[in-house]
């Protein structure tokens, strides 16, 4: 009872929780110039995710998936409707969320039509996917009210509605793992559990079957958003203090124009 009446006046205040300000840059978690200093391979129109498979690297940008190889482009193929989201599979293939509500399986980028398509009618805005140890996918949900492209809405209004789902290929089942979290924004296979970025409240969770998720980095100055591997086995994720962004040894960042 003294929960929810905390929760209610920190609602009304914009305090706790409820706050929409992004904790500051001190300690050991300082900016850098590592963005500003990068050198620029591509400028896209509407660039969305990136994914490699150790050798290729395939972009997301707008309804196009794009290869890039050095400084060359191709344009792989093209969806009817945007791609929020992509992942590289072990096997050479890859995954697509095509508009936030649907996700497709490819063995081969340029397959003609997908291995296997999930279209579950709770998805809402699939904004980030990973593969698993055991070939299954694991994809985050950042609302239930707000599409995938009104995230800021999604901020304003306070809401806490995303979830973490595991997509199984072989059986074509969907399985949630993890709801009411403040905008879900990226996972990565940790252990026997799931790291998953939880963009408005500022930190990084570990999600296991059965148990309560638990915070394992909190208050980042950041918005974290989708994780992938580290090099050294750690992972990473961009970060941006206007949206969200991705890896833990993750970290995290949304793009804005250029890869």
Request: include cysteine.
């Amino acid at each position: 009872m003294i929960a929810a009446v905390r929760e209610i006046a920190n609602r009304f205040l914009g305090r706790g929780e409820a706050t929409i300000t992004v904790p500051s840059f001190d300690g050991a978690l300082k900016p850098n110039q590592k963005l500003e200093a990068a050198a620029t391979l591509l400028e896209c129109e509407a660039p969305e995710d990136l994914a490699t498979d150790g050798r290729n690297l395939h972009v997301a940008d707008g309804r196009r998936l794009l290869r890039l190889n050095g400084s060359a482009t191709t344009e792989i193929r093209s969806f009817e409707q945007s791609i929020s989201a992509l992942c590289a599979l072990a096997d050479g293939g890859v995954a697509v969320a095509l508009g936030g509500r649907e996700v497709r399986l490819f063995s081969d980028p340029s397959s003609s039509e997908p291995s296997v398509t999930f279209n579950d009618t709770t998805f809402n805005a699939i904004n980030a996917l990973t593969q698993a140890s055991d070939g299954s996918l694991i994809a985050t949900d950042g609302s239930t009210t707000c599409i995938v492209d009104d995230w800021a809405r999604d901020l304003m209004e306070l809401n806490r509605s995303g979830r973490v789902f595991r997509l199984d290929p072989k059986t074509r089942s969907v399985t949630p793992l993890a709801s009411r979290l403040g905008y879900a924004f990226g996972a990565c296979a940790h252990g026997d559990g799931v790291l998953v970025s939880e963009s408005w409240r500022h930190r990084l969770i570990l999600i296991k079957n059965g148990q309560t998720p638990q915070v394992v980095l909190g208050r980042l100055p950041v918005y974290p958003s989708r994780l992938s591997k580290a090099a050294a086995g750690g992972t990473g994720s961009p970060h941006s203090p206007r949206a969200p962004s991705s890896s833990s040894s993750c970290c995290a960042s949304r793009p804005t124009g250029a890869a």
